[in-house]
Protein backbone atom coordinates (compact mmCIF):
# COMPACT_ATOMS: atom_id res chain seq x y z
CA UNK A 1 0.00 0.00 0.00
CA UNK A 2 0.93 3.22 -0.54
CA UNK A 3 -0.10 7.06 0.38
CA UNK A 4 -3.41 7.58 2.00
CA UNK A 5 -3.60 3.52 1.86
CA UNK A 6 -0.55 3.56 4.35
CA UNK A 7 -2.77 5.39 7.23
CA UNK A 8 -6.15 3.30 6.98
CA UNK A 9 -6.93 0.69 9.44
CA UNK A 10 -8.09 -2.72 8.59
CA UNK A 11 -10.95 -4.42 10.15
CA UNK A 12 -10.68 -8.24 10.76
CA UNK A 13 -13.63 -10.13 12.79
CA UNK A 14 -12.30 -13.88 14.20
CA UNK A 15 -15.59 -15.75 14.99
CA UNK A 16 -15.84 -17.21 18.06
CA UNK A 17 -16.33 -21.03 16.68
CA UNK A 18 -12.48 -20.62 16.51
CA UNK A 19 -11.84 -19.66 20.15
CA UNK A 20 -11.36 -22.20 22.94
CA UNK A 21 -11.78 -21.40 26.76
CA UNK A 22 -8.64 -20.55 28.12
CA UNK A 23 -5.42 -19.69 26.66
CA UNK A 24 -6.00 -18.57 22.57
CA UNK A 25 -2.89 -17.14 20.47
CA UNK A 26 -3.87 -14.90 17.61
CA UNK A 27 -0.91 -14.39 15.17
CA UNK A 28 -0.50 -11.19 13.05
CA UNK A 29 1.98 -11.15 9.80
CA UNK A 30 3.10 -7.77 8.34
CA UNK A 31 4.65 -7.35 5.41
CA UNK A 32 6.13 -4.25 2.84
CA UNK A 33 4.30 -3.30 -0.50
CA UNK A 34 7.74 -2.64 -1.94
CA UNK A 35 10.90 -5.00 -1.24
CA UNK A 36 13.19 -1.41 -0.82
CA UNK A 37 10.76 0.68 1.72
CA UNK A 38 12.25 1.35 4.35
CA UNK A 39 9.07 2.59 6.36
CA UNK A 40 7.11 0.54 8.22
CA UNK A 41 4.39 0.19 11.09
CA UNK A 42 1.99 -1.91 12.76
CA UNK A 43 -0.91 -0.78 15.11
CA UNK A 44 -3.09 -3.84 16.58
CA UNK A 45 -5.78 -3.56 18.94
CA UNK A 46 -8.31 -6.87 20.41
CA UNK A 47 -11.60 -6.76 21.44
CA UNK A 48 -14.32 -9.07 22.61
CA UNK A 49 -17.81 -8.69 22.94
Known sequence: MSG???TRFETFTVPASLL???VNVIAVEVHQDQVNSSDLSMDLRVTAS
Do not use: H, K, L
Open 4 to 6: NAE
Open 20 to 22: VAG
